[in-house]
């Protein structure tokens, strides 16, 4: 509750605190020195100072504009200081001039009218909180220890004579000197005399500090009228009122009731809302309680675990020993993160439970309060922060976001073949439940077609443990890692775009709610030696006209248009001719390879995308992105063939005209994924022959 009692400025207990209309409070003192001038003839529009509660809230935005923060009035001010909280402060203002005071929490400015800071309510509420704390603390101190010892002495610690309200520390007078001088910056912190050394004073009748014994407080008086006391409360205003307030007009049409009753419901509304707060705070305690019993648990568990794991990677084969370290690592991730997520669970709910138990203790002792005017005055902030603070414990904050036990099973009835992908299975296995079995393969489904692999297979379903999915897996060709190619329901599956001339190997393993069951026999699918494969039609230029079931192609326009094959290559040798089926007034055909994406309006080779070779009756040049290269003698007529050979293992394309190679190696340094590519307009004709043999005859 103590954070409750201190200044925002000074950082001390509050001495004479006022009221702000914003319902924070500051010391009397402190609020001089955050006082700062505006220019003359300039007035904040803001709400003057009272002892009413006619603040504007919806002012509270203009405020700002005259606030030291934003505006920069009083930042030319001289001598500025600090406070030791880090609130600027100010030297005294001349009171004849405008003036403004900016609370150091909320940032909400005000300014002050003729009565300067008088016209603030002072609290005397939390005034006698104030005292009520020091007297206990200080009896507390005197209690328990006869006198206080310095903190800071190395060897027998003499008693205390000072204690720093700001650094929390008690001093003797050699230390006070050595470690805390009263100049720079600690010259502006308080040291007052210890509590037993200011009980034992107060007993003496030598005051040495102490507050005097709470007494019978006067009945409050009306801020406008100091001889009046409060005896009605304006509901409008939120603030109490006396009788001469209602018959000089100021609140005359307002709502107002008897001080006694609203005093009354206010303290109902408070009661009401932390009895709300404390429910929230006895189950944080408990779920507390709960978190650092888990705590122990998943400590426990995880040990139990770690041993029950290490005890059956033993038992099994060297290729299993291989294993333990990388299954080991992750149980203690497991236990790790569980342990942190708890951690900062404990964190976060002990620090919301402090907050909130300091408030609760607060309001207790306002509750404790007879004075029915400055319990008022502070109420209605008060049942805000409660209501606001019972908020704050939302639905699922005060339960574990993990549980303690490890949610994992190890399954040691694996084949051998499975070892190396040994792995958790996600959830606990009840009694009775099994994962499924490994699926059967059917091989007389099983088939290649061209760079395609289809797979097939079945499996015996357990009783009471139905079949969520399956996992089918397949290495890179060359004997590598297994990848995923397909996770559904279904028993058969055709993997399209593999390599060409490569063996994969295949397996599959079925999984349901208890988890993952081990993988079937390993089958090896070869893909075809060479590439069968027609034009594509739905990638060609709309000029394009296929027949013969794709495999031939010529145009309706004058202008050269492209069509792509519907086979890629990324790895391998691949050969394929195009044989010239009409051919009439000497156009210049391309042939070559592309990217998906190449340009479809224009010859092939102009782009960036293409490497090709353009060919008439006399002549050839290979070209791509428009620069033309390597031109050779020698064209093509009717019943010409064009063979194009890309030779993705020396990463290069070679071209021949009727079976004998044209010109040197055309392009080098390939890589990526290619596609066969044509381009022709409506003089020309071509077939397109796939499935070839590699020629034999190849020049460097």
């Known amino acids: 509750?103590?954070?409750?009692?201190?200044?925002?400025?000074?950082?001390?207990?509050?001495?004479?605190?006022?009221?702000?209309?914003?319902?924070?409070?500051?010391?009397?003192?402190?609020?001089?020195?955050?006082?700062?001038?505006?220019?003359?003839?300039?007035?904040?529009?803001?709400?003057?100072?009272?002892?009413?509660?006619?603040?504007?809230y919806m002012d509270m935005d203009k405020m700002s504009l005259y606030s030291e923060t934003d505006s920069g009035y009083g930042s030319y001010t001289p001598c500025q200081l600090k406070s030791p909280n880090g609130v600027r402060v100010f030297p005294p203002v001349n009171p004849h001039r405008h003036c403004s005071l900016t609370c150091p929490l909320c940032h909400r400015s005000v300014s002050l009218d003729e009565r300067g800071l008088r016209g603030f309510p002072r609290n005397r509420l939390l005034e006698a909180i104030v005292a009520r704390y020091q007297q206990n603390r200080a009896a507390s101190s005197a209690s328990a220890s006869s006198a206080v010892k310095c903190q800071l002495c190395d060897r027998n610690p003499v008693d205390a004579t000072v204690m720093c309200e700001q650094c929390d520390v008690y001093y003797c007078n050699a230390c006070q000197q050595r470690c805390h001088p009263s100049r720079g910056p600690l010259a502006k912190h308080r040291l007052v005399p210890p509590p037993n050394r200011a009980a034992g004073g107060a007993t003496s009748?030598?005051?040495?500090?102490?507050?005097?014994?709470?007494?019978?407080?006067?009945?409050?008086?009306?801020?406008?009228?100091?001889a009046e006391n409060f005896n009605m409360y304006c509901c409008g205003c939120k603030a109490p009122v006396c009788m001469k307030c209602l018959e000089?007009?100021?609140?005359?049409?307002?709502?107002?009731?008897?001080?006694?009753?609203?005093?009354?419901?206010?303290?109902?509304?408070?009661?009401?809302?932390?009895?709300g707060v404390s429910d929230k705070a006895k189950d944080a305690k408990e779920f507390l309680v709960l978190l650092k019993n888990m705590l122990q648990q998943i400590q426990e568990?995880?040990?139990?675990?770690?041993?029950?794991?290490?005890?059956?990677?033993?038992?099994?084969?060297?290729?299993?020993?291989?294993?333990?370290?990388?299954?080991?690592?992750?149980?203690?991730?497991?236990?790790?993160?569980?342990?942190?997520?708890?951690?900062?669970?404990?964190?976060?709910?002990?620090?919301?439970?402090?907050?909130?138990?300091?408030?609760?203790?607060?309001?207790?002792?306002?509750?404790?309060?007879?004075?029915?005017?400055?319990?008022?005055?502070?109420?209605?902030?008060?049942?805000?922060?409660?209501?606001?603070?019972?908020?704050q414990w939302v639905k699922g904050a005060l339960e574990p976001k993990v549980g303690p036990d490890f949610d994992l099973t190890l399954n040691t009835d694996s084949l051998l073949q499975t070892i190396l992908q040994l792995d958790f299975s996600q959830g606990k296995v009840?009694?009775?439940?099994?994962?499924?079995?490994?699926?059967?393969?059917?091989?007389?489904?099983?088939?290649?077609?061209?760079?395609?692999?289809?797979?097939?297979?079945?499996?015996?379903?357990?009783?009471?443990?139905?079949?969520?999915?399956?996992?089918?897996?397949?290495?890179?060709?060359?004997?590598?890692?297994?990848?995923?190619?397909y996770v559904g329901k279904e028993t058969m599956c055709t993997v399209d775009g593999l390599h060409f001339n490569s063996s994969y190997n295949a397996r599959v393993k079925a999984y349901n709610a208890v988890g993952v069951g081990p993988y079937s026999k390993t089958v090896v699918l070869k893909t075809s030696d060479v590439?069968?494969?027609?034009?594509?039609?739905?990638?060609?230029?709309?000029?394009?006209?296929?027949?013969?079931?794709?495999?031939?192609?010529?145009?309706?326009?004058?202008?050269?248009?492209?069509?792509?094959?519907?086979?890629?290559?990324?790895?391998?040798?691949?050969?394929?001719?195009?044989?010239?089926?009409?051919?009439?007034?000497?156009?210049?055909?391309a042939f070559g390879v592309a990217r998906i994406n190449t340009m479809k309006d224009m010859m092939l080779g102009k782009d960036d995308k293409a490497w090709a070779m353009y060919v008439d009756n006399n002549r050839s040049w290979f070209m791509h992105n428009n620069s033309h290269?390597?031109?050779?003698?020698?064209?093509?007529?009717?019943?010409?063939?064009?063979?194009?050979?890309?030779?993705?293992?020396?990463?290069?394309?070679?071209?021949?005209?009727?079976?004998?190679q044209h010109g040197p190696t055309a392009f080098e340094n390939l890589d990526g994924v290619f596609v066969p590519a044509v381009s022709l307009n409506r003089n020309v004709q071509v077939t397109l022959l796939t499935g070839l043999d590699v020629p034999k005859n190849i020049k460097q």
């Open 629 to 660: 290269t390597n031109r050779a003698e020698g064209g093509i007529t009717k019943s010409s063939t064009v063979g194009v050979l890309l030779d993705l293992t020396k990463r290069t394309l070679t071209f021949y005209i009727n079976k004998e």
């Open 430 to 485: 009840e009694s009775g439940s099994l994962v499924p079995a490994a699926p059967l393969l059917q091989l007389e489904k099983c088939c290649t077609r061209n760079n395609s692999v289809t797979l097939a297979w079945r499996v015996i379903l357990p009783a009471g443990n139905p079949i969520e999915g399956y996992i089918l897996e397949l290495d890179d060709g060359n004997g590598g890692q297994y990848r995923e190619v």
């Open 205 to 226: 009748g030598g005051g040495g500090g102490q507050q005097p014994p709470v007494t019978a407080r006067k009945p409050a008086t009306c801020v406008d009228h100091e």
């Open 248 to 275: 000089e007009g100021k609140h005359a049409k307002h709502d107002v009731k008897p001080l006694s009753v609203m005093w009354k419901q206010h303290k109902c509304q408070l009661s009401q809302a932390l009895n």
């Open 1 to 56: 509750m103590e954070e409750e009692l201190k200044c925002p400025v000074c950082g001390s207990l509050f001495k004479d605190p006022i009221l702000l209309p914003c319902s924070h409070n500051v010391c009397l003192a402190c609020a001089r020195n955050i006082t700062v001038q505006t220019p003359d003839g300039e007035t904040p529009v803001q709400s003057r100072a009272s002892g009413s509660s006619d603040y504007d």
């Open 301 to 391: 568990n995880g040990v139990e675990f770690e041993a029950c794991l290490v005890a059956q990677c033993d038992s099994l084969i060297e290729a299993l020993t291989r294993q333990k370290a990388k299954l080991l690592t992750k149980v203690t991730k497991e236990k790790e993160y569980k342990l942190k997520v708890v951690r900062d669970q404990i964190t976060h709910c002990t620090m919301k439970l402090r907050q909130t138990t300091g408030m609760m203790e607060y309001c207790l002792e306002v509750l404790k309060e007879n004075d029915p005017s400055g319990f008022l005055q502070i109420s209605d902030a008060l049942i805000k922060r409660v209501t606001s603070s019972q908020d």
């Open 531 to 589: 590439a069968f494969f027609t034009f594509d039609p739905t990638s060609a230029h709309r000029d394009i006209v296929l027949s013969n079931e794709n495999h031939t192609v010529s145009c309706n326009s004058y202008d050269d248009r492209v069509v792509l094959g519907t086979a890629a290559f990324s790895k391998g040798i691949h050969y394929w001719e195009i044989s010239i089926d009409r051919y009439d007034n000497h156009p210049d055909p």
